[in-house]
């Protein structure tokens, strides 16, 4: 079955860094996007980064730019999450995110489960 697994979060003080990661199973990796929500206590969920399935174009959130770096590994079928100068504003529950759009026919959405992460001293 389809499988997103993410880990890596955890409590840091604030101007710590945490890596996030997200094995994938259960599709074919190369063709699915990447992406990396958030939600904090009370907000809606967010996108703070994503990353193209083929040429590795990323974009990010205002609020995280300059601070955290998504990248992949297509063979290992992973994604991760370099988070570093963080912030007590960055606590919110991480998720991991494939997406695939086919036009005219179908598009595929799958979820991990979240990582906590909380920064404070």
């Known amino acids: 079955q389809v499988q997103l697994v993410e880990s890596g979060g955890g409590l840091v003080q604030p101007g710590g860094s945490l890596r996030l990661s997200c094995v994938a199973s259960?599709?074919?990796?190369?063709?699915?996007?990447m992406h990396w929500y958030r939600q904090a206590p009370g907000k809606e969920r967010e996108l703070v980064a994503g990353?193209?399935?083929?040429?590795?174009?990323?974009n990010y959130a205002d609020s995280v730019k300059g601070r955290f770096t998504i990248s992949r590994d297509n063979f290992k079928k992973t994604v991760f999450l370099q988070m570093n100068s963080l912030k007590p504003e960055d606590t919110a529950v991480y998720y991991c995110?494939?997406?695939?759009?086919?036009?005219?026919?179908?598009?595929?959405?799958?979820w991990g489960q979240g990582t906590q992460v909380t920064v404070s001293s």
């Open positions: 995110n494939a997406r695939r759009v086919m036009f005219y026919s179908a598009e595929y959405d799958y």
């Open positions: 259960g599709f074919i990796f190369s063709n699915y996007a």
């Open positions: 990353i193209t399935r083929a040429d590795g174009r990323t």
